[in-house]
């Protein structure tokens, strides 16, 4: 193998080959590569195929969605439920990576499992489990109207805010995982080496250790966006008509058979999110600039 | 006491609010399913297990489980297989287009399951192969693939590879110098790798939903009952749900940390 040939140069009789195509890699990445080709690619070339080409290329069904008031409303609304989710969730979710990354090292992997266990909970029991709590005769009505908050029940379920709450419940851990591994990677003598000369902790925060950690909760925020973009289980459960997602379109519009117009809308879904993360991104560093 | 201890002291307060704001759907699903009414009610009116009764005694809810756990199991093992040789694969440095195939296996990740789902099921529509839950598995494994190919790699790289060297030297083959000295240390995080994909595979709604039409999984069956009303037997189901899976997920978790090489304990 072709780490050992370093070493072998002193013990030699293993024979130097470099360059060579290397026949045993391949063979271990075909299974890989097979599943990925049946199941992700080949599915993949299909949507695009089958938005655009009815059977000849065709903008029929992208002209039809950009031409359609609710359909790109259902457009900008995932967008933005997506961007205050992902934005949010890096606000909140922040300081709690703070906090773990500032424990000692052994405590630090329990208070991470708190995040973790939440985190593979299954969205749909989740959700399921929002829908319960904010009911008209749920958790939180009845906590409201025992602190005489209001007198009667208030509508909290089906609305928008419920959307919001429950996507930030379902995606915060993303964020705090993905900030608290940024911030394990900051050498901390970067930090005390900005007080030792002379800044106050506050700057040392704001000039250092932010920036520091910036690129990885960026990519946080990033990825919350692209999970949110796909949402529908949420939206569907907790919101009211109004709060549906691009993801409970694609779904209507399998279920009415209605494959083109399905494709299509999966399609300009991805495009836009590549864009907002390609955006994000471009935020983030100037962000981080401006920071330092 | 000094600002900092009490800012310090803002933020741990700050910290296990956001954790009672994460764990509040399992100390709210967990009690509610103990009502013995026929109504969810915190706390509940009367105590006792008939909605986990129900929910074992109903036909469709234990068919649907068993589907799960079949698509589940099937999904796993076939990606912890194809993922692990893949990071074997990806282990030699100068290994033509690297970086594009590592791309390239944790792509699945970022692509919304929706797009994914509407593509296989228009070719499972094409090639007659709807309703079979191979292909459901399949597909779930492909999802579940990059995750497999980042623990598995992660713990890879903890290995101290000089004990295979020494292998080598010593006259084993390569494969066999793999076998004995490195595979055993990769173990607990393949096995961390496959339970992850089950419960991701298991708790999949929308590829299943498009796939499967005269059998439902368990996601499925919930879906299509929480819309209805609000029956118990969901707050039993799922109160099953999180204590299975926070219980295998936090094993898992402990398995990999102990027996696993040390520089991969800070991934997740």
Known sequence: MDHTSKHSLNTTPVPVRRRVWPVGQILLLLPALLLLLLFFVLPNLDVVRVGLFDPDFTLEHVAKITSTRTYLSVFGNTIQISLVVAVLGALIGYPVAYFINSR????????????????????????????????????????????????????????????????????????????????????????????????????????????????????????????????????????????????????????????????????????????????????????????? | MDSNGRAH???????????????????????????????????????GLRWYREFFASHSWVQATWLSVKIAVIASLLATATGTLTVIALDRRDLPLRSALLHFVSSPLIIPHVFLAVGVFVLAVKLRLTNNEYIVAGAHAAVTLPFIVLIVGSALKGVDRNIERA????????????????????????????????????????????????????????????????????????????????????????????????????TV
């Open chain 1, 104 to 292: 000692p090292r052994a405590i630090q992997m329990k208070l991470l499992l708190l995040i973790l266990v939440p985190l593979w909970m299954s969205v749909l029991i989740r959700s399921y489990s929002w829908m319960v709590l904010l009911g008209r005769d749920g958790v939180l009505n009845a906590a409201l109207m025992w602190l005489s908050v209001t007198e009667a029940p208030v509508r909290l379920l089906y609305t928008s805010g419920a959307v919001y709450l429950a996507m930030l419940q379902i995606l915060l851990p993303v964020q705090i995982i993905a900030s608290y591994s940024a911030m394990t990677e900051i050498d901390m003598t970067l930090v005390r080496a900005a007080q030792t000369c002379g800044a106050s902790a506050v700057q040392a925060m704001r000039r250092v250790f932010i920036p520091l950690s910036m690129e990885g909760t960026v990519t946080g925020v990033a990825l919350v966006f692209m999970l949110s973009m796909g949402f529908f289980i949420t939206p569907a459960l907790v919101g009211s008509r109004k709060d549906l997602m691009l993801g409970n379109l694609v779904m209507q519009h399998v279920q009415q058979l209605n494959w083109g117009l399905a494709a299509a809308i999966a399609l300009l879904m991805l495009l836009a999110t590549l864009v907002v993360v390609v955006l994000i991104k471009a935020a983030g560093r100037y962000l981080t600039r401006w920071m330092v």
């Open chain 2, 9 to 47: 002291k803002i933020l741990a307060v700050y910290f296990w609010l956001i954790v009672l704001f994460l764990l509040l759907p399992i100390f709210v699903v967990i009690p509610m399913s103990l009502t013995a009414g026929d109504l969810l009610r915190f706390p509940p009116e009367d105590w």
């Open chain 2, 167 to 266: 292998a080598r030297v010593l006259g084993a083959g390569p494969v066999r110098a793999f076998r004995t000295a490195t595979l055993p240390s990769l173990i607990p995080s393949m096995l961390a790798g496959a339970t992850l994909s089950f419960f991701i595979s298991f708790d999949e709604l929308i590829i299943s939903q498009f796939l499967l039409s005269s059998q439902e999984t368990l996601p499925m069956k919930i879906w299509a009952d929480v819309r209805l009303e609000l029956k118990p037997t969901v707050a039993a189901v799922s109160s099953l749900l999180i204590i299975v899976s926070a219980v295998a997920i936090i094993g898992a978790e402990v398995l990999r940390r102990r027996m696993g090489p040390p520089s991969s304990k800070s």
